[in-house]
Structures are given as C-alpha cells and as structure tokens.
C-alpha cells in the first residue's frame, strides 16, 4: 500500500513540475508572488491490476460541493489543509471586538480624522485576523 501511494506521489509530483515554468511565467506577467496566491488541483488517477497509477487528467478548477457525507469530510478537511497551508485564518469577530475596545481604552483622545490616517490607522495596524481553523 505504501508503495502505490509513494507511486501516486510520484505521478503528481512529475506532473507538477511539467507546468511550473508556466505558472511561474504567468506570476510574473501578472505581478503576482508564489505567496499571495495559490491553486487547488484535482487529480484524477486511475490504478491498473498491478496498482500502478496512470494519471487521466488534472481539474484546475475541481468541485467542492460534496456528493456524500464522507465526500464532506474529505473535501472539509482539504480545504482546512489549503487554509492552513495558506495562512488563512478564522475571523473571531468576539475576540476583535474586544481587541478593538482594549485598544481605545488604551489610546487616549482617541479621534477619527475621517482622513483614514492617525490613531485610526494605527489600530487597523494592529489588528488582524484573531483565532484558527479547528481541525476537523
């Protein structure tokens, strides 16, 4: 069983790097970095008697909806890995309230310019996304 998936590895590995010159030519005509964008894949691989893997195709766009309960847990948990991988995380809109009120307490003569400069700016600053993806 270790032996087919490393071979699994190996066809997405091998088919990965065929396109990576394309990818890389593409950010940077766009102006785009390897970390502010990434892409999910779906690969289709069918296995022979021997269970050798042969690669049908590759999804650049495949389907998250799921079709089953247990194509909901495996779709959920990839895109917890992707969000995970990325940096993504949850919004704990609670914890930035708070965050956001603790700050105020702490600046005094806390003042809105309406300019989007000063104090104000200085808090969007500082706060950021507050919490992270549970797993599943």
């Not at 959920?76 to 919004?91: A, C, K, S, V």
Request: overall charge positive; glycine content about 6%; charged content about 25%.
């Amino acid at each position: 069983m270790d032996l087919m998936w490393s071979r699994i590895y190996d066809v997405i590995l091998k088919t990965l790097s065929c396109g990576d010159n394309y990818v890389l030519q593409a950010m940077k005509k766009n102006g785009m970095y390897r970390s502010n964008c990434f892409e999910v894949f779906g690969f289709d691989v069918l296995l022979d008697s021997d269970l050798k893997p042969w690669l049908i195709e590759v999804n650049l766009s495949p389907s998250l909806s799921p079709d089953s309960p247990l194509d909901h847990v495996i779709k959920t948990n990839l895109l917890t890995d992707t969000y995970n991988l990325t940096g993504i995380r949850r919004f704990d809109r609670r914890k930035e309230s708070l965050n956001k009120l603790k700050y105020r307490a702490k600046v005094s003569g806390f003042h809105h310019t309406g300019s989007g400069t000063g104090k104000s700016k200085q808090y969007m600053n500082h706060s950021m996304f507050a919490g992270s993806i549970p797993p599943a």
